[in-house]
């Protein structure tokens, strides 16, 4: 049996094979659903619960964890299907057992496991537990990711439960920080979970960081990925989350970012005359145009939610915008989005759709759509390419 002291062992379940997370998110390399079992010398809890897929290996290991004892609580830090899954099976097992959550969580716990009847304890902010010798105490940590979630800090072992703030969607055997083997890899899912499901929520994952360095813990134990020791990468994880919400600077420079897709360069052309206009218009502005074709999506959707103000290009295929154009918009931070100014050109041949239904799309994602949306009939001859750039260049002075 894992554990990560003398009192808590870990019940996490390994999915090596996970490929797709949440039906968004890519995952190379798999993943581990954490919880754990706290020992205390009245009670004992189980920290988080686990998908409903892996109910029977969990109960398994709660079951070894606990030695033929019962768990008196079971504390639900959020209710994400992948850690609420088997919270019914759980409660099946071990009727008398306590869910402990904050408000958020009570509500939704119903909907998940269908028990009208189950009346969770209801926690705030800086309430607590005693587990006798051990205390629970929990930190409310809203929109980390979700509405729900909370941490849960032990004092007397300076131990922080912190959920999916800081975890990664990552899959090795040995559960701790120091003991990665695959040490890039591991940087690049930290990364990729940060930027999937942590990034809408910048100003909130500067109040948790807050809160965690007040604790200044020496082991964060989050919900998915390696724990992470003070002697370990906790540092180094705090600092890029740091870095990663951190808001621009007032006199950072702009950046403006053009996406677009072209089968025989038309649209391409008019993407390079607009970025022209704009750097005329705007000559601090950070102006980077990109093709869609062979380019990673993850790493654009970033590009484009870290924009202040974009432009999307597509000619028209078979009625519509081309695929590559709508698999960009599906990595849109639609949480964030709002008012974020956006044009749109492209290339048609006859009639001409893909532009305004890029169009209606953002206008139902709330961004500031600019209007006109500029095309060109096939090839563009220089006279439109100069009227390109005309429009380049006032998109930028409408951004002033
Ligand atoms: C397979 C295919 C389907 C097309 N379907 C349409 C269409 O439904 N409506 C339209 O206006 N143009 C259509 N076109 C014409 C293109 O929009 C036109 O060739 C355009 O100039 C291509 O721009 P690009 O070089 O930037 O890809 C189609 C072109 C291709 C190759
Ligand atoms: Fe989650
Ligand atoms: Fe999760």
Request: aromatic content about 10%; overall charge negative; hydrophobic content about 45%.
């Amino acid at each position: 049996m894992h554990a990560i002291n003398d009192k808590v062992f870990i019940t996490s379940v390994l999915n090596p094979n996970m490929r797709v997370f949440d039906v968004v998110m890519c995952t190379e390399y798999g993943t581990s659903y954490n919880s754990y079992v706290v020992v205390g010398s009245d009670k004992t809890a189980l920290i988080d619960a686990n998908h409903a897929t892996f109910s029977h290996e969990w109960l398994e290991k709660v079951d070894e964890a606990l030695g033929g004892g019962k768990p008196d609580y079971l504390v639900l830090n959020h209710t994400e299907p992948d850690h609420s899954g088997c919270v019914a099976a759980c409660l099946k097992r071990y009727p008398e057992l306590e869910v402990v959550c904050s408000a958020a969580a009570a509500i939704n716990i119903k909907h998940i496991t269908n028990l009208p009847e189950l009346e969770p304890r209801v926690v705030k902010d800086g309430e607590s537990i005693d587990l006798g010798g051990l205390t629970l105490q929990f930190v409310s940590a809203p929109f980390l990711h979700w509405p729900d979630t909370m941490f849960t800090w032990i004092p007397e072992q300076k131990l922080l439960f912190s959920c999916d703030f800081l975890g990664a969607h990552f899959c090795e055997p040995r559960l701790f920080d120091h003991k990665i083997v695959f040490a890039r890899d591991y940087t690049t899912a930290f990364k990729e979970y940060y930027d999937a499901i942590m990034a809408p929520f910048g100003p909130w994952v500067a109040k948790g960081l807050d809160k965690l360095e007040a604790l200044d813990p020496e082991v964060v134990a989050p919900s998915h990925g390696p724990i992470l020791t003070k002697r370990g990468r906790l540092a180094t994880g705090i600092e890029h989350y740091r870095a990663w919400s951190a808001v621009p600077a007032a006199d950072t420079p702009r950046k403006i970012s053009l996406f677009y897709c072209s089968a025989y360069g038309n649209t391409q052309k008019l993407a390079a005359a607009i970025a022209t206009g704009i750097r005329k218009a705007l000559p601090e502005a950070r102006v980077c145009a990109h093709d869609l074709v062979d380019a990673d999506m993850a790493h654009l959707g970033a590009e484009l939610n870290s924009s202040d103000a974009f432009l999307l290009g597509s000619p028209t295929l078979n009625r519509d915008a081309v695929p590559p154009i709508w698999n960009l918009v599906a990595e849109i931070d639609a949480v964030n989005i709002a008012k974020r100014p956006v044009a749109f050109f492209g290339s048609y041949g006859w009639s001409g759709e893909a532009l305004p239904a890029l169009s209606e799309r953002l206008a139902t994602l709330k961004a500031a759509v600019y209007e006109p949306q500029f095309r060109v009939r096939f090839v563009p001859s220089e006279n439109e390419l100069d009227a390109a750039e005309e429009f380049g260049a006032e998109f930028a002075r409408s951004l002033e």
